[in-house]
């Protein structure tokens, strides 16, 4: 059994607390957290060691790795003072808020040798492993567009300057923090890391001081493009829905979290894979956990963890490698937007320059001519069809 110590028992916190505690390798025997109330009812009900310092919970409880879990603002701090002191180190999503700061976090974990792996947990989905493979293993050809996708209702009523850290930037919120960094690991897992972001649009619908949609455009090393759209104020979806396409010279993948839809062009086959729709669905795809909670994804990326710990680690899970290659695609994201046009809220009227007198007498001169080309057209064909009745 490995002793996991948690920080930050908030709404993930909850879910990994629960999964540890069922887990057959892993034994969660600390909590931390900030609030003295959580950590009250964490030693009532359960009868763990708590701690409202992390250092002195990693320095007192005798951990062989953590599971943080804390507003995204605190995981480079908390993570590096895991790592430091020698702990394999699971951390919730996204890494941190600075591409730089992930590698670093990478660079100490690479150097101590320790397990490292970020919340990420549609990887441990079977459709979207699935789809990996497929792509890997060349069953549509060569890759030349690749869509992610992801809708929901996290934030469905105007909000002002923000009561909880997912409404301030500087925590980590934001749908493009907080919600596109799931999509674009999933495409960087499926697809690869795109070398260039050519384009981004950040929106509001209902917030003030972050974002509710993301839109951006990616090109890839090998000349594919890479197309982004995910809002966190659709009201059409009860949960998230994320989904990802990959169009290849050979056919084309769909996956969401119930199938692998793969469509092979005409002469072309994979495996028992014939040309036409092969649809695979997520019960013939996803092996079961020994305890479930919320979804299989949740206990299966712990069980990788568990696995990592006994230095056995598949690359599939990610690392805080990869997940320092999806933070750097967000702060792209970021700033393709800021050196763009200052965003519109949905529903603003658009605001347009009135044209300037030569462009009026342009546009009358141009629409004068074509007037009165089409009225003589008119006079020759009433005229021509005239003269066919008479004679
Ligand atoms: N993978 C997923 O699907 C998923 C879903 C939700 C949240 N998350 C991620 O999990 C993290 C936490 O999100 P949440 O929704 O659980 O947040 P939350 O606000 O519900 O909970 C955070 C908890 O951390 C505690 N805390 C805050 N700062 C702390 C500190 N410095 N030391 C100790 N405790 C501290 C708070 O008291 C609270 O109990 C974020 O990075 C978020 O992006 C991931």
Not at 283 to 298: D, H, I
Request: aromatic share 8%; net charge negative.
């Amino acid at each position: 059994m490995y002793r996991i110590g948690l920080v930050g028992v908030g709404k993930m916190g909850v879910s990994h607390l629960a999964i540890a505690q069922a887990h057959p390798k892993l034994d969660c025997v600390a909590v931390c957290d900030s609030q003295a109330f959580v950590l009250a009812g964490i030693r009532s009900q359960l009868g763990l060691e708590t701690y409202r310092s992390f250092e002195t919970m990693i320095a007192e409880a005798n951990l062989d790795g953590v599971i943080i879990s804390t507003p995204t603002s605190s995981h480079v701090t908390l993570a590096k003072q895991a790592l430091v002191a020698g702990l394999a180190v699971f951390v919730e999503k996204p890494l941190t808020l600075s591409a730089a700061d992930s590698q670093e976090l990478a660079a100490i974990a690479a150097e101590h040798n320790l397990a490292n792996q970020v919340g990420y947990h549609n990887r441990f989905i079977g459709t979207f492993r699935e789809t990996q493979r497929l792509v890997e293993a060349g069953a549509i050809g060569e890759v030349h567009h690749i869509d992610g996708r992801a809708f929901g209702q996290v934030i469905t009523q105007p909000q002002g300057g923000g009561r909880t850290w997912r409404a301030k930037k500087a925590e980590g919120g934001g749908c493009l923090h907080d919600y596109a960094c799931h999509v674009i690991d999933l495409m960087n897992f499926v697809a690869g890391t795109p070398s260039e972001i050519t384009g981004a649009r950040l929106g509001q619908v209902h917030s003030t001081a972050v974002e509710d949609t993301v839109y951006a455009l990616f090109n890839y090393p090998n000349g594919a493009v890479g197309t982004l759209e995910t809002n966190w104020s659709d009201e059409a979806y009860r949960k998230m829905t994320t989904s990802v396409t990959v169009y290849g010279t050979h056919g084309k993948i769909f996956a969401d979290r119930q199938e692998c839809r793969l469509f092979l062009k005409p002469g072309h086959s994979f495996e028992k894979f014939d040309s036409g729709w092969n649809i695979r669905y997520i019960t013939e795809l996803q092996e079961p956990v020994s305890f479930y909670l919320r979804g299989e994804e949740y206990s299966a990326q712990l069980d990788h963890f568990a696995e990592a710990l006994a230095g056995n680690p598949s690359p599939e899970a990610g690392t805080f490698a990869t997940a320092a290659d999806a933070d750097w695609v967000v702060e792209q994201i970021a700033a393709v937007h800021a050196s763009g046009p200052a965003p519109v809220a949905t529903g603003a009227p658009a605001t347009v320059e009135p044209p300037t007198k030569d462009q009026l007498v342009a546009a009358a001169k141009h629409y004068g001519a074509q007037a009165v080309g089409s009225a003589k057209a008119l006079a020759n064909a009433v005229g021509t069809k005239l003269k066919g009745l008479r004679s």
